[in-house]
């Protein structure tokens, strides 16, 4: 009998939300052995049975060393700050309707309806003998009522002592006696590919204390969540350790038994683990609860600039050999220290203090939780190789508002001229007249060209904004050379060859801001 099989192989493409969970993990436990003997296979080494064993010793050492200090968080809601959070269908569209109740911020509610969905969950661990006890901030925000229940299943109500919604850091204290701490670990030392275990409260109260294993996948992670603002500082640790809602707040530990991050967040098409976790690293989170203790708030310094991560354009630009570095946009205000220290926009700082900086949210962490008006040293690379060092004041960092916008699009104004074309960067442009300056409200110091349009394979696909995705941008300058026409636009790029990088000064319409982009032009007429 002949049978014939046709496979097929179906890609099933889904985009990841990222959101705020109650990070923690799903049981799952690991078989070494197999239940039966396979026919014609030796029985394994004692050796390599006994190295298991100890491994698995090791894990069970672990977790029963850091149980004690895990707890169980509830968190009351006013009913307005449920639904706010609640059902974010808009967020997420297209998610399964039983998937919704994942979606929930902070921690995981009781239950579908509203007066049930007026109590949240999430984790937390004890960090001291007199009851402080660190979680995350979205745990416990806008919450009337908090409580904490200990592995031996005592409850205290817990005095939310202060939270750092930047960092997603919450410190509570409760009333005990006999607290197992948790012992800190450092989250600077640890190092990709390491074990760790992610302990917590995953999917609410029926899955308490449930320790997974994994490792750390990555660090220096930033994510796009929905709580993120410019002045968070995102540096997470990711790992596979499996992660669900139910877990934020609770602790990531190394193999020594050492909290090393404060579990918050996951990446996942479903809203339960798909191996991609996020942990607050354990450093920063010590700096916030150290300030919250003693000052009751988080005081913040700054040097007062406008970054972003450097990129390979960047690094070449300056004459570095890999891809870091912090590139510097522009400033807030005129008086900004930085900027009368000498920093200049295109300036890509590469240190602080003789400690390395790669990426933003290290030299987040290296000036934010120093005091105002103390000097730093900030170590730059600018165009050709050059290198300087300069010695900045720091500024408090005010308190900060979200600011409403209009979102709109501005008007492309249909009844112009056909916008001139820019090969070399693969961009249309046109000049800005009085009726522009009117209808974008350009400030009376912004003077350049509009982008209208994009080539999807230019250079500067992916770097410049159009009207109809996030723009208009303004180009400002060419290596410092200001354009106000297409045709000073042209007449600056002529004296780069194709494939040099040149400094472009861009203004965005819509958020009214300065930055740098490096962009390697192209072939064809200028």
């Known amino acids: 009998m002949v049978r014939s099989r046709r496979d097929r192989l179906t890609h099933s493409v889904a985009v990841a939300s990222l959101f705020l969970v109650a990070f923690g993990a799903t049981a799952s436990a690991q078989s070494l052995a197999s239940d039966q003997a396979v026919a014609g296979t030796s029985a394994p080494k004692d050796a390599a049975v006994a190295q298991l064993q100890s491994l698995s010793d090791a894990f069970a050492t672990v977790a029963a060393r850091v149980r004690p200090s895990v707890v169980y968080i509830t968190a009351k809601q006013p009913p307005r700050a449920v ?11 297209g998610l399964p309707p039983e998937m ?32 402080y006890v660190l979680t995350n901030n979205h745990v416990v925000d806008s919450a009337t009522q908090v409580t904490v229940r200990l592995l031996d299943r005592r409850e205290f109500p817990a005095r939310v002592v202060g939270t750092d919604p930047t960092t997603d850091v919450a410190v509570l204290k409760i009333e005990a006696t006999g607290l197992t701490p948790a012992p800190f670990g450092d989250s600077d030392a640890s190092r990709v590919g390491e074990w760790v275990l992610a302990v917590g409260n995953p999917l609410g109260e029926n899955l308490t204390c449930t320790v997974t294993q994994g490792i750390i996948s990555a660090k220096g992670r930033a994510l796009n969540l929905p709580n993120r603002s410019q002045s968070s500082i995102q540096d997470f640790i990711q790992t596979d350790a499996a992660i669900n809602p139910g877990n934020s707040g609770g602790p990531l530990v190394n193999v020594r038994g050492e909290v090393i991050g404060i579990n918050s967040a996951i990446a996942s098409p479903t809203g ?62 005129a008086d900004s220290p930085a900027r009368l220290a000498g920093l200049q926009p295109g300036d890509v700082i590469i240190s602080v203090g003789g400690r390395n900086v790669d990426y933003v949210a290290q030299l987040q962490e290296a000036i934010a939780f120093r ?11 600018r165009k050709g190789g050059a290198r300087a060092t300069l010695r900045i004041p720091l500024q408090r960092v005010p308190s900060t508002r979200t600011a409403a916008r209009d979102t ?48 999807e394979s230019s250079p500067a696909a992916g770097r410049l904004a159009t009207p109809q995705f996030g723009g208009p941008d303004m180009i400002l300058s060419v290596e410092g050379t200001p354009v106000t026409t297409p045709e000073s636009l042209r007449a600056a790029l002529r004296a780069a060859k194709p494939g040099e990088i040149v400094t472009l000064r861009i203004y965005n319409v819509p958020e009214k801001n300065r930055r740098i982009e490096r962009i390697r032009v192209g072939g064809g007429e200028r």
Not at 100 to 108: N, V
Not at 320 to 332: A, C, K, S, T, Y
Not at 372 to 380: A, C, L, M, Q, S
Request: negative net charge; glycine residues 10%; without cysteine.
């Open 83 to 93: 639904a706010s959070r609640g059902r974010a269908t808009p967020q997420f569209p």
């Open 100 to 131: 919704q109740r994942y979606f929930e911020m902070p921690g995981i509610p009781d239950g579908p309806g509203t007066p049930r969905g007026e109590t949240a969950s999430g984790s937390g661990f004890i960090v001291s003998k007199d009851g």
């Open 272 to 333: 339960v683990s798909a191996g991609y976790g996020f942990a607050v690293p354990i450093n920063l989170a010590r700096a916030v609860m150290e300030q919250i203790r003693t000052n009751g708030q988080v005081e913040r310094a700054a040097l007062g600039v406008l970054v972003r991560d450097a990129t390979t354009e960047d690094a070449a630009y300056v004459g570095m050999p890999e891809n870091r570095g912090v590139l510097v946009q522009d400033f807030p205000s």
């Open 371 to 381: 005091k105002p008006g103390e000097t730093v040293d900030v170590e730059v690379a």
């Open 408 to 455: 709109r699009a501005p008007s492309t104004r249909d009844e112009r001229a056909v916008s001139p074309t820019i090969a070399s960067l693969g961009i249309t442009v046109e000049a800005v007249d009085a009726d522009a300056v009117r209808d974008l409200k350009l400030p009376a110091d912004v003077h350049g060209v509009i982008v209208t349009d994009i080539a």
